[in-house]
C-alpha cells in the first residue's frame, strides 16, 4: 500500500487495508429521523420494510434516509494529516463520518438514474439524434456527483450489487473483481432488450497538495441492439479540491470522446476546468462530427445543470457576437488579476446558468433533488432508493449484495459507532481470507465477470459471464 493508493481512497471511497475509520459518536447524538414529507413519509420512507404498491402496480420506493447524516463541521482532512507529519501515508485513517452510507458499486449504478436518454437514443431513426442522447446520457452519469463530497464505501473484493426497476426499464449487477487495483465492473440492460450498458472503472490518483484528482480508466460502452450500434467512451476527470482545509469542492474536467463504431461519427465534448475566475466552471462544449469530420452540431451547458445543441453555424455567429461585447468591458487590473490568483484554489461562486442560444434545442436536463438533500449526503432521489432493503429482498439478494453490508446498514441508520466497528472487522476479514489464499496459494476467481478484451476498442476489459438472473448463488464467497 502506498500513499498514492491512499489519497486515492478518499476521491474514490476505496480504503487501505490498514484504514479502520475509527469514529466516536459520544458528543454527537443522532438527529430525529428526516420527514421530508409529513403526509407521506409513512408510505414512502420506510426502511427495511414494504415498499408500497402504486394503483398503476408501480413500486413506491423510498423518498428519504432513515436518518440525517452527521455534521462534519467538526472534522477536516487536514486534522488528521496534521497529527501524521513524518509518518508513510499509508497510515493515515480517514474516520467514517467522511463516508457517505452507499458502496462504491452503488454509486457506479447511478449512471442509470437518466435513462431516458438511452430510451430515447433507442427510438430515434437519425443516426444524429441517436449520438445527442448518447452524449447527454454521457453527461448526465456524473451529474450526480455534484456536491457529493462524501467518499462511498470501499467495495470489498466479490462484492456484488444488482439493481431491477420495472419502471424505468432495466436491470444492473456490478461486482468488485479487483482490489489491488482495486476494479470495479458492472453490466445493465434493457427489459425489453433493446440496449446493453457495460464497463469497468479504475480510476489513477494524483495528489497535487490542495487536490485529489482522479484520472479515469476503464471503458464504458452501451449497445443499441436495434440499430446494431456501440458507443464507448471514459468519464471525464474527477478533482475535489481543499482536501487540507477549507470547504470541499468538486469538479470535472478534460476531453470525453464517444466513439459511434457503427457509422464513425463521434462526439467530442470538453469537460473544461474551473479557470482563473470560475467563469468555466462546469461548463461543457463540444461537437458531434461525422467520419469525414464534418461537424453536424455544437453542444454546450453545465454537467450541473442541463445540455443543448444548435447547429455549428449559429453557434459560431453568437460567439462573434459574445466576443465583441466582451471586449467593450472593462480589462481587470494586475491587482485584481493577483487577488483572483491567490483565491484560485478556493471554491468559486456558481455563475450564471447556461446562456441559452435561440434555436438550440434541450437535450438534457439534471433532476431535481429531493427536500433536505443536504441533510442526506446530497443524494439525488434516485440514490436514496439505492440500499433499501425491501421485504422479502434479503431472501433473493445475492449474499455478497451491499445491502446485506452491516457497516453501510449501520450509517444509514446512524449507528456511527458501530458501523465504523463492522467497517474494521470486514477489513480485518478480507485480509485475512487474502492471506489464507496466499499461504494455501489459492488464485482469487470472480464470480460473475472475466477479463478479456473490448469488442469495439481492442483494449483489456471486464466482460459480463452470465448467469447471475438464474439466482445460483451456491458458490458466492463469505465476505461479511
Known amino acids: 500500500m502506498n500513499g498514492e493508493e491512499e489519497f486515492y481512497d478518499a476521491v474514490t471511497g476505496f480504503d487501505s487495508d490498514n484504514s479502520s475509520g475509527d469514529f466516536s459518536e459520544a458528543n454527537h447524538k443522532v438527529p430525529e429521523m428526516l420527514d421530508l414529507d409529513p403526509h407521506q413519509s409513512n408510505r414512502t420512507g420506510k426502511h427495511n420494510g414494504e415498499t408500497e404498491i402504486q394503483e398503476n402496480g408501480i413500486k413506491r420506493h423510498r423518498t428519504s434516509l432513515p436518518a440525517p447524516m452527521f455534521s462534519r463541521s467538526d472534522f477536516s482532512v487536514w486534522s488528521i494529516l496534521k497529527k501524521c ?31 431516458y436518454l438511452i430510451n430515447k437514443a433507442c427510438s430515434h ?25 462524501g467518499k462511498p464505501f470501499n467495495p470489498l473484493l466479490g462484492e456484488t450489487y444488482e439493481l431491477t426497476r420495472e419502471d424505468l426499464g432495466f436491470r444492473f449487477i456490478s461486482e468488485q473483481v479487483s482490489h489491488h487495483p ?52 471514459t468519464n471525464p476527470t474527477c478533482c475535489v479540491h481543499n482536501v487540507i482545509i477549507g470547504k470541499l469542492w468538486l469538479e470535472q474536467y478534460g476531453t470525453v470522446e464517444i466513439v459511434n463504431h457503427s457509422t464513425g461519427d463521434k462526439c467530442v465534448l470538453n469537460f473544461k476546468p474551473c479557470g482563473l475566475f470560475g467563469k468555466e466552471l462546469h461548463r461543457v462544449e463540444g461537437y458531434i462530427q461525422d467520419k469525414h469530420r464534418k461537424k453536424l452540431c455544437v453542444i454546450y451547458g453545465k454537467w450541473t445543470e442541463c445540455l443543448w445543441c444548435t447547429d455549428p453555424t449559429t453557434y459560431e ?43 438550440s434545442k434541450l437535450l438534457w436536463r439534471i433532476n431535481c433533488r429531493p427536500p433536505n438533500s443536504s441533510q442526506m449526503y446530497n443524494f439525488t432521489s434516485f440514490a436514496v432508493s439505492l440500499n433499501e432493503l425491501e421485504k422479502g429482498m434479503e431472501a433473493i439478494l445475492a449474499p455478497t449484495d451491499c445491502r446485506l453490508r452491516p457497516d453501510i446498514r449501520n450509517m444509514e441508520n446512524g449507528n456511527m459507532d458501530v458501523a465504523s466497528k463492522e467497517k474494521e472487522r470486514l477489513e480485518e476479514k478480507q485480509r485475512a481470507a487474502r492471506k489464507e489464499r496466499a499461504k494455501d496459494e489459492v488464485e482469487w476467481h470472480t464470480r460473475w465477470f472475466h477479463q478479456g478484451t473490448n469488442p469495439y476498442t481492442g483494449t483489456s476489459d471486464w466482460l459480463y459471464s452470465g448467469g447471475y438472473f438464474d439466482r445460483n448463488f451456491s458458490d458466492c464467497p463469505d465476505i461479511y
Open 85 to 115: 507529519i513524518g509518518l508513510e501515508l499509508s497510515k493515515i485513517t480517514m474516520p467514517i463520518v467522511f463516508n457517505e452510507p452507499l458502496s462504491f458499486l452503488q454509486r457506479i449504478t447511478e449512471y442509470m438514474e437518466h435513462i
Open 125 to 149: 431513426a437519425d443516426p444524429l439524434e441517436r449520438m445527442q442522447a448518447v452524449a447527454a446520457f454521457a453527461v448526465s452519469a456524473v451529474a450526480s456527483q455534484w456536491e457529493r463530497t
Open 182 to 233: 482495486p476494479i470495479s465492473a458492472f453490466y445493465s440492460e434493457g427489459l425489453n432488450k433493446d440496449f446493453i450498458f457495460h464497463g469497468s472503472i479504475y480510476p489513477k490518483l494524483k495528489f497535487w497538495g490542495k487536490s485529489i484528482e482522479a484520472e479515469p480508466r476503464g471503458t464504458i460502452t452501451l449497445e443499441l441492439l436495434k440499430h446494431n450500434e456501440a458507443y464507448t467512451w
Open 317 to 359: 455567429t453568437y460567439k462573434k457576437s459574445e466576443k465583441r461585447g466582451g471586449e467593450q468591458k472593462k480589462k481587470l487590473s494586475e491587482d485584481d488579476i493577483k487577488s483572483e490568483n491567490d483565491e484560485a484554489d478556493d471554491m468559486p461562486e456558481i455563475q450564471d446558468t447556461v446562456q441559452f442560444i435561440p434555436g
